[in-house]
């Protein structure tokens, strides 16, 4: 069973540009999460999709940080305009809808810098 | 607010040398554990979970944790650790109805 897949696997940028993240879950998982891991600590949820359905968003810093998972499998996550605090690793996670839904299954990440 | 405590930050051990990671957690209500591992330049992993049943819980590759209700603990343990154990491990609580919580992380350095 392929993993949980995330593009790129690094992004350099200067600050006030704009970033795009990629994720494709495993398949057959529902749930779609997107999470912030600052160096030295630990993920951090920012939003979870159920389908293609929002369950939950308040952590994300919706004035810059945006995120889509139209069709209800693969997601983006933008970043608009970018600040150095945002430098960190974007990870994705999935989970089934069926059986142990509360397992998150976790992709490579992509370690963002912002200079 | 929920929050999940690891106390340890940084762990240096021999090999063959027994391990405990700490784990603490605020809140009342039903939890689910998870303990999470991420070696050095892959993904985050999961080594165990617990979601009821026998509070002594046996993940991959040796490791165990033990939920103590009333410490609201979890913490992780290792007879004999080896050098591939090398790694940063995260203890993540899923309260009922809310979102994974994961704690800061240990990082653990096994020396042959």
């Known amino acids: 069973e392929a993993g949980v897949a995330q593009s790129p696997r690094y992004k350099i940028i200067e600050k006030r540009q704009s970033v795009a993240f990629w994720c494709n879950p495993i398949?057959?998982?529902?749930?779609l999460y997107w999470y912030q891991q600052i160096l030295g600590q630990g993920p951090k949820l920012l939003i979870q999709?159920?389908?293609?359905?929002?369950?939950?968003d308040s952590q994300l810093p919706k004035d810059r940080f945006s995120a889509e998972r139209l069709k209800g499998v693969d997601s983006t996550l933008k970043i608009q305009p970018a600040k150095l605090e945002d430098s960190a690793v974007y990870l994705c996670?999935?989970?089934?809808?069926?059986?142990?839904?509360?397992?998150?299954?976790f992709g490579p990440g992509t370690r963002l810098t912002v200079l | 607010a929920q929050s999940v405590s690891q106390h340890n930050h940084h762990v240096i051990l021999s090999e063959a040398a027994s391990l405990e990671l700490g784990c603490n957690y605020s809140?009342?209500?039903?939890?689910?554990l998870f303990w999470y591992v991420q070696y050095p330049g892959q993904h985050l992993q999961l080594l165990l979970k617990?979601?009821?049943?026998?509070?002594l819980v046996k993940g991959i590759k040796g490791f165990e944790a033990e939920f103590i209700k009333s410490k609201f603990s979890f913490n992780l343990r290792k007879p004999s650790v080896q050098w591939s154990d090398t790694a940063e491990y995260f203890c993540?609580?899923?309260?009922?109805?809310?979102?994974?919580?994961f704690g800061t992380g240990t990082r653990l350095q096994v020396f042959p």
């Open positions: 996670a999935s989970s089934s809808n069926l059986g142990d839904t509360d397992t998150q299954y």
């Open positions: 398949s057959g998982h529902a749930t």
């Open positions: 999709f159920q389908n293609n359905g929002v369950v939950d």
């Open positions: 809140y009342g209500g039903t939890v689910n």
């Open positions: 617990y979601f009821s049943g026998d509070p």
């Open positions: 993540a609580v899923y309260p009922n109805t809310d979102k994974l919580i």
